[in-house]
């Protein structure tokens, strides 16, 4: 059945980052890595947008084979540099995923298979057993550390280069419900060792990377909070920018409580010591508790507030008698 643009792009755009658009057009090397990276980290899905006429065209057999030069692909940095990426991802999953298992086994098997899963995009692929074998070859030389993950997948990327070959032109196609099939099994083999892993008790791994959002968004708002700090302290701005109710930094925490303080006193912030001073005696007179024997619960409560209000902006040795 032939396949439409417009609905290409409706897949893309509605599901983009899980390779829907490469199951519709028949492109499940594609589709499998984009479920497992989420559109290669965001940047390949927004990638595919221009490509997306080209492939609908080679799916429907209008261009499906170029004109190749030579029959070995032409070397695409593009494609090396996602191998690295790709290889380094799945090492460190499997690191984090798979701690039982040595990192001797689980680390290169999971680089090599990362590499491979991008060498097959599209219409190349490279030898499996070339790409595993340098892959278990240099994490043996850096014993399976996990710093070897980098090491690791650039030779097997290499490896995957030099032996980069087209795919067999005219291959028949299984069914829908087959190549979901397939699919689904290779996205439960990824995910279940991450999922194990969590039920396990890996609570604290799990609120690590919950908590790496928050964390990204504290580290670029640093600046922000440091030159608000900084002007507070020169006298250049007043009051709070970021109101965190969470434990740590608060920039501007002493100005607002200077604004309760003068809140309490009736008085507008940055009153002079004077007004201070006379609001406070006729405030304390008005809500002494011996002179409030009607409402003494309340006019203690008032009477307390009154007495930290004036000790927060005076402090307590000039706090003259009630």
Known sequence: MAKRLLVAYGLWALGGPLGLHH????????????????????????????????WVAAANGAGA???????????????????????????LLAALGLPWVPALLAQPLAVGLGVLLVSSVGDQTAEAPGILSAAFLTSLVFQGRV????????????IAQRHRRY??????????????????????????PLACRGLCGAAGVLSTLLALPRA????LLLPLHAGWLLAEVLGLARGSLVRDHSAGFHPSSWSERQQRAYKVLGL???????????????????WHPDHNRHRAEEAEKRFIELQEAYEELLGPRRAPAG
């Open 23 to 54: 199951i519709y057009l028949g492109r499940d090397s594609h589709a499998l890595l984009w479920m497992l990276t989420l559109g290669g980290f965001g940047a390949g899905w927004l990638w595919d947008f221009w490509h997306l006429p080209g």
């Open 65 to 91: 084979r170029r004109d190749h030069s030579g029959p070995v692909p032409a070397l695409s940095p593009l494609r090396l540099a996602g191998q690295v990426a790709v290889g380094m991802y799945f090492g």
């Open 147 to 158: 710093l070897a993950v980098l090491p690791t997948s650039l030779t097997a990327s290499i």
């Open 268 to 286: 507008p912030a940055g009153s002079s010591t004077e007004d201070v001073h006379r609001s406070y005696r006729e405030l304390v007179k008005l």
């Open 167 to 192: 795919k067999p032109q005219r291959m028949p196609r299984a069914r829908l419900a087959a190549r979901l099939y397939h699919l689904g099994l290779a996205c439960l083999a990824f995910t279940a």
């Open 216 to 219: 990204a968004a504290e580290l």
